[in-house]
């Protein structure tokens, strides 16, 4: 594990925090001025470049929808009492749901009505994107209770040519090849399910700002699917430079962490997530690609194919809370956040480390003990010089320093310091090509 | 599994049960008459053509043999008793004894018996087709009772310049590609070993005719070796468009069905019958090829390396009535010829159906809502939504149906109805190239 | 396993054992007269050519050290006793100490002398060839004894340019290919520890030199390190006749027998020892590649990635003996050597009978009856007939007869017999072009 550069462990996971509760209140959707919000939020702590793609737009099989906005929404009985209200709870409305103001019977208005029988006190989160209806998300008792036979439906949105949003934060790195990030903006008060996932991708875009990077690193925080359909549209051209990159969803709840492989199954980000894991020993897994999820689902489509991969902890639709209102502030942990950050920031560190080498003296072994680098009484070999001999034995243009670090059992860390002494000593030159 | 076309399955077995019935009595061999009114019964039920092929014709490293026929054989104690009569069983005579007529020591008789000692009431089955020779086959407790000083033999056959006869039948499909099933027809009084081959696949190509196929089918009811390197020798031009195949040996005894993989070993064939027995979980089993067994050995001989692998129950040489009277009527049972049926219908399905395909919109995923291809609230995901998905996600050209199958853990027949529907919705085109 | 051509195993062994007690006694090092004088001996048993190497030629990174000789040395104390004398035993001294005489404080002597803390009745054994300085190997009881303020240290020995010797043995063979052995020669007395190397080399070379070879063979009795790197500089265009070999280490320990593979890890050498071993079921054991042990390690340097392992019992370093007085004559075990002589000698058999075959007649099975090859009267196969069904299918110029012994699980010498039988019959021919 590698320590964060420049910010103690604490006040990471103090920014982590404040950053997620000043989101949560916010109703965001895929369009809109809570997105706007988010994203302005974010810019206070990373110099974010917010895009606008406007509405109609044709990206690849989709149109970017009209933009969203909601001001005000509600359901009254017969005494004029509110039953759901948009200002207790933005997910007591469907999600994308058009104006409506009017009366409806009780038998009416429960086709416009979803609720979660399990969990009764729990408000759903749903959304009506891409088929322009309205509906009302409400806890199950609620239903139960609704005895009237008339209610006052009142939607005071709007559903109009706007924009869809964005933001990208681009660090430029010693090599134009890059490393891709992604997290989801898109959805209202859910904590784990979004926050958690703009909250780590902050903190990882701070840290990666202040270290030397041999990648350039493209952060982006997007509404999902359209999203980034609308993003890999616009920015074909630039994909061939993506060279690893992983999508972060929900990685603050309690569960162990979970890297879901790219769709290759066996790329570098694969293999370099695989070793980070393994040496955890935490209950931390990987698990294979399946074309359902976030937005690596697009990513790895198989026009892109690209090698991206995606962090999560419990993966979604396996936990209860998923899509309800119980995945609030409570139901994820800072130290599960400062988990899942640790486990990126390692990967990406072995990641952007994980050079290829060529041993300049490969015909036999190079004599370390006259350039001081082996003690000169033949006794057993001390870790460092095994170390040697292994990068040595093996740089050959073929193996990375990850393949040496599997091969000989020996720390990734070790074998990347060892490297670097070797190279100081002209024994290695610097073989990426392969 | 798939029903049988137009039959029902009882009517099916009905058919096997009969067909197996009339061929058991009649004295077949490598050459002869036995071999050809067998054909002609067949010919009832499918239309064979029936091919001669001349004594002498050399195909490869054999020449065909001359053709022998037997009208009677006996052996006649002093007091004039049948102690062995070719009316009563026609596994009594050494299969292909030349004629002979004239009276024998017993020591001398004792040179030409074949008994089984450890199945003393069992009649061996033996042949002699490359040396010319004669001999009696009889139960081991018959020839203990042999007391006479001398014997009286008569064989009334013929070995004559003639033909070798085989059957075969060719069911054009959609592309000439084809796939070629074979079972031998040299065996007399023999149960298990070829009648229920031929049985089976007389079945197979009475559903085949009436399916829409993708393949060209060709169907050999062959003498064992000879028969199978005479077609190969005749057919070499044509071998090229042999895609896949499997040779038909022993259905019908009650042991686990058995796939024995062809010389390749991952063979598209070997995949799909691996894919349908581990389906089944019933005792099925694949074994690695050997090359010892039916007309495999010549198909998949190194000259030819053909896809070819061979379905039985229980393998040859590993039950006692093997090559003896006790591989009867009773050691074969419908459940078994039918369960033996199913399986290879059902790869062939498989086989037939297992088409590549390539996602028309293979940039980001196509947006299946608005072609009411998915639900329109987001929700959890339905089997049929998932099967959309990994076909869209692997239809790149290179993962077949049944790699799609295998990897989303789906079913083959769930992601084959996928692909049929999103072909329709111009979604997938065919790309069977690879 | 194989019996040894000429000679009695029981002579064997006691030729191996008069060699090593010879020997024993031999100051040896990297350089000087003790490794003539080892040389000389063996050359009373095999021709050997013996090369010399000046001081200071450039190998590689290295270059060939002065040539070190001693005559005496010895630490005294007040009273004029021998503390430590090189007469007793040549481990006193560090090898390659430079010529001292005077007198010390016993905190200065300290700095000079090495002991084993854990075993005080041992004396180590240490080096120091490329660190100008000398120093005293002591039992660490001895020196905890050491009670006087002042010593009197006396080394007669010499560092003057000379030579650097080897020997190198070769045997012409069928083919240039060449199969390379190896062994150390610059221990002193230790037993496991070069000398057990040394004899079974010299029998192996004595078994080689009498028989019918493809391979030629080329055993070098070479220093250590210095030595392999020395003879690959000036031999480097040589080097890509060498088609397979190995290193010969400890073999005389009572442990279990260990094959450590080539860098490779799938050379042939590999495959075949692992074969070997396999069959051998008593607890000998392959491990991987690692860059450090003997001259495998220059061997298989990158530039040179010779497909060479080596042969040891006990890894080095895994027993408390290593590199101790206590690696003596005692240390060993005859049977040791013999079981290490039987698993070489049976890995060189198969090697070098490890020839790929083309069938002549691929298309189909070749008539074996007509050439009375195969029983006429049809029944189950006996082992050497499947072995020629195995030999001939598998026969396509893609499969060596170890490839056939593994797929077949018939076993190589069943194999090559019916290789040899088919060959004699036209059946095969030669394909080593693989």
Redesign the interface.
Known sequence: MYSIQGTSPDAMMREMDELIKELYPICRSITGNGVRQTLRIIQRQIPLVIHEVASGTQ????TVPKEWNIRSAYIKNVRGEKIADFADSNLHI?NYSIPFKGKLTLDDLKKHI?TIPDHPDWIPY??????ETWGFCLPHRKLLGMQDQEYEIFIDSSLQNGHLTYGEYYLAGETADEVLLSCHICHPSLCNDNLSGIALMVSLAKHLSQTVRRYSYRLLFIPG?IG??AW??LN?SRVSTIKHGFVIAGVGDKGHFTYKKS?RGNAEIDRVFGYILRQSSDGSQTTDF???GYDE??F??????LPIGCVMRTPH?QYAEY?TSADNLEFISLGSLKDSFDKCLSTLTVLDNNRTYV?Q???????L??RGLYQ??????RVGE?AM??V?????GTHSLLDIAER?GLEFSVIKKTADLLLEHDLLRVSDSR
């Open positions: 990206v690849f099989d989709w469907l979803f749903r959304t009506s994107y891409y088929k699917t980034s359909i890999l549209a074909e769709r399946i074309p359902y689902r697009q790895c489509s198989p026009g892109f194919d639709g899509h041993n003296n490969p015909k036999c072994e190079a004599q003990g006259r000169s009484i033949g006794a057993q070999k095994m001999l292994w040595l034995n093996l740089s050959d000989s």
